[in-house]
């Protein structure tokens, strides 16, 4: 009597939870769809969901690799190296029904991310927008602005055989592809005045004490939690206010915008953020600012938190040569400074000077590059519209470091400073044919003795060096260059590429 209801209830949770299972409908990641540029030239993963245990099969370039879902239902396989392709082609990927995708080409994928002057839009800068017309064999996948509290699995948008709208990323696609003459992939991901922090994973709470500190207040904020909600759940979008609100939060807008990109496969990513960060003191909330939420790490600090996101992100997407192109923030301001009887122009000054310094040290790490922008910008915009040059500059950069090419990628970059009688001679690499734009002689140089008093120094070019001198200093030891928010500038190389900014002492501000 016992035993046949057992038995009924065992056959109605197998039957359900069968029918469950199995009715889990094949799916590919949202990534993967018509119009998409898959990577040359490195193994290329391709995952979805099915039923549980489904055998799933992808077909694409005369390859045929199969897999078996796992209990959970999701699948992964990785084609082996594609080469370039510019004939749209077919992927099949089959398991209990197929999906067809059409117009796929292999070339190179690149991620563009960052804030506002990322996001910038291609219409809104003219000199970029007129190559709208000519641009061939470029793609995108605009991935729609959102956030998320938890690590998501797909990110919203599809490939489009469009131009991206962002004018940096157009500006790079366009002489990219010029030089390459390959297919041409853009992700962008990208959202204005975020900070570093929105687009942090969790887990690096564990390696910076002021990001778990963040994070802490963060999860125990019921009031934002609600708001972020709300704003989410409004049929209609949400206000610009909101919208504000919910990018400038920490963590959440790498949960629903960046991680759902691993591991597509890519070449690497463009960086242009640092605005948001822009404070010399990490923690220090806005002036209008009404919540924990304000509290960034500092210019000081950013390079080092800069160099740990990048070796993070290379392992979300195993890829350990992953490129990481940085853009210098460009010129903006005269610099700020509690003294009123100093220059803002001088060196000394707190300016954006310190954040590119602290941009600069992404270099100490291999695969990447930092494109200098300190002869572009707008003293009074914090969004100029001279983006084509950083494009072109992103272009050479890639040409330079990823496709292998003989090309000058960047302007003088200092090498050493030496005394020579009353002088300082200063040595860099990139330096043939070194000249100034205007035919003057170089301007931005200061110079200081051990006094650290710094006076504007008077520059001689003499052959790929320059020679700096001031009347007042007998004993000169330390330079800095273009060391201002927005400094006037006009040394460059052979290939018109501007010098970049550096400094030889190693003085630490005391007062903002």
Sequence with gaps: MTKQPFILTLFIFLFFNTAIAYSQELKLANLFCDNMVLQRGTEVPVWGIAAPKERITVRFAGQKVSTKAGKDGKWMVALAPLEVSKTPREMAITGNTEIVLSNVVVGEVWICSGQSNMQFSVNNVPETKALLAS??????????????????????????????????????????EKSADIPIGIIHASWGSSSLEAWMPRDMAKEFPYFKDIMDDFDADTETKNRINTALSGKEGWSNQEDIFMRRQPNILYNAMMKPLAPYACRGLVWYQGERNTRYYSGVPEVNGDNWFHRVIGMKEYGDVLQSWIRRYRKEWNNDKMHFSVVMLPGYGKGTNNNPDIDPASPTAMSWAWMRESQMKVLELPY??????????????????????????????????????????????????????????????????LKTVDGNAPVGFWISDGSMQWHKAEAKIVGETLVLSHGDIKDPKFVRYAFAGKPDVNLVNSADLPAYPFRTDNVIPIDE
Aim: proline share 6%; hydrophobic share 40%; glycine share 6%.
């Design 368 to 433: 990447t590059s930092v494109v200098n922008t300190i002869d572009l910008g707008d003293e009074k915009n914090v969004h100029p519209v001279d983006k084509l040059p950083i494009g072109i500059r992103l272009a050479l950069a890639a040409e330079k470091y990823t496709l292998d090419k003989d090309v000058v990628a960047e302007g003088p970059i200092f090498k050493e400073v030496k005394p020579l009688n009353n002088t300082l001679v200063v040595y860099f690499k990139n330096a043939h044919g």
């Design 135 to 176: 641009s061939e064999n470029i793609r995108s996948f605009e991935v729609k602005r959102t956030v998320s509290f938890e690590e998501e699995d797909n990110v919203i948008g599809k490939w489009q055989d469009t131009p991206p709208s962002s004018a940096v990323a157009f500006g790079f696609a366009y002489f990219l």
